[in-house]
């Protein structure tokens, strides 16, 4: 199993995005077992996913996980941890080993039944991001091309470097992943910068047809974005069957995040919507 950290010390910067939309493309484009994990407290990624009908919801939150040792179920193959209070007393548990030991204990415990876990780190430099780092295989770093989200990518790599020497040395970063651009005004000024200082650290596009890696990666500012989230979907379903451009904008990041990764590509598997509550669901032999 391949474990990804998102995060930055930045907040506001798509990581709840980055991590649902990752999930669902991997769940449903690549057939992969997908595990998430959210270690902020407020919950977005656990509430998107389970509000969507598509992803089950563990009984123990991440916080019971990393506090109690709870478990982590192996009865469906899209399951989100959901965050919840429990995270805000870890930091006074001042027992960083135990935290990290817990969570580690619960992802070894279900390695064998999913390809990737994916957790969502909050903002702050806490036990929660040294547990997930410390557990991680790789991580990756949005961030948006704003001063303040740069600061937060230079803290977040000082930090990871610490841990992969002195404690996970095989934790290795898949790249840095611009997202919400707009690409004009001070961002474009912030852009031309940041491929100065950091251009061969953002995470490369790959093209399956010639198998090379070129340019870069970047997440554009979309409303359907927004709307995928607001509504608990991914972005590439669409009611009608018809395609949606932003879809396959999208899905050139996830694939090139996917080959970084090295997950394994299976069937896809179709989405459902129910008429009268909206939620969706996997379509399979017994739903058709």
């Known amino acids: 199993m391949k474990i990804l950290s998102v995060i930055n010390e930045k907040g506001g910067v798509g990581k709840t995005f980055v991590t649902t939309q990752l999930g669902y493309f991997c769940r449903y484009k690549l057939g992969n077992r997908v595990l998430v994990v959210d270690l902020d407290q407020q919950n977005n990624t656990g509430e998107i996913l389970s509000q969507s009908g598509l992803c089950s919801l563990n009984p123990a939150s991440s916080g019971q996980i990393l506090r109690d040792g709870e478990s982590i179920s192996t009865d469906s193959e899209f399951l989100v ?12 548990l001042n027992e960083e080993a135990r935290v990290a030991m817990n969570l580690n204990n619960a992802l070894e415990t279900v390695a064998d039944n999913f390809d990737l876990c994916i957790i969502d780190c909050p903002p702050s430099a806490d036990v929660r991001q040294l547990a997930a780092l410390s557990v991680s295989t790789n ?8 001063a303040e989200s740069i600061s937060g990518v230079d803290k977040t790599m000082t930090r990871a470097s610490i841990i992969s020497q002195e404690i996970n040395t095989e934790l290795e970063l898949v790249g ?33 047809r010639t198998k090379e890696e070129k340019d870069f990666c970047f997440i554009p500012e979309r409303s359907e974005f927004t709307a995928a989230q607001q509504f608990h979907r991914p972005v ?3 009611e009608g069957g018809k395609p949606r451009k932003e879809a396959a904008e999208l899905a050139r990041v996830w694939i090139s995040l996917v080959h970084k990764l090295g997950l394994p590509i299976h ?7 129910n008429p009268e509550t909206k939620k969706l669901f996997e379509i399979n032999g017994e739903n058709e």
């Open 267 to 273: 069937k896809p598997i179709r989405i459902g919507q």
């Open 236 to 238: 590439f379903f669409s």
């Open 81 to 92: 941890v959901p965050g919840d209070d429990t995270l805000l007393e870890l930091e006074s």
């Open 176 to 208: 840095l992943l611009l997202s919400m651009v707009k690409m004009q005004g001070i961002q474009k000024e912030n852009f031309e910068q940041i491929m100065k200082s950091t251009g061969n650290l953002l995470l490369k596009k790959f093209d399956p």
């Open 139 to 146: 991580y990756l770093i949005p961030f948006q091309a704003k």
